[in-house]
């Protein structure tokens, strides 16, 4: 079992950028899949970016596609989101997700954080 803890996020303007981290209790860290997704207001979770147990293999939604870069330090048990040129529409709650497998799909993921707002001024 892992638990995960986020931090990073905040307030910000359009075109700022913000870097998430979510840290993880255990010690099988390495083994797990990690991923990114947001939630905003009556909208529903949605993938924003994932990396492989080895940080070998990333991928991202669209909407996020060169502006966002996930990456993870085993040694640390952490993995972190940096985000860029971040845009009103990137207001959401912020989750990490932990799985074996891993994947695009939020029920893909066993195990989450509690999530940390980001919010993106126009």
């Known amino acids: 079992q892992v638990q995960l803890v986020e931090s990073g996020g905040g307030l910000v303007q359009a075109g700022g950028s913000l870097r998430l981290s979510c840290a993880a209790s255990?010690?099988?860290?390495?083994?797990?899949?990690m991923g990114w997704f947001r939630q905003a207001p009556g909208k529903e979770r949605e993938f924003v970016a994932a990396?492989?147990?080895?940080?070998?293999?990333?991928y991202y939604a669209d909407s996020v596609k060169g502006r966002f870069t996930i990456s993870r330090d085993n040694a640390k048990n952490t993995v972190y989101l940096q985000m860029n040129s971040l845009k009103p529409e990137d207001t959401a709650v912020y989750y990490c997700?932990?799985?074996?497998?891993?994947?695009?799909?939020?029920?893909?993921?066993?195990?989450w954080g509690q999530g940390t707002q980001v919010t993106v001024s126009s």
């Open positions: 997700a932990a799985d074996f497998d891993g994947g695009i799909h939020y029920y893909e993921y066993d195990y």
């Open positions: 255990g010690r099988t860290f390495s083994s797990y899949a």
């Open positions: 990396i492989s147990w080895s940080g070998g293999n990333t």
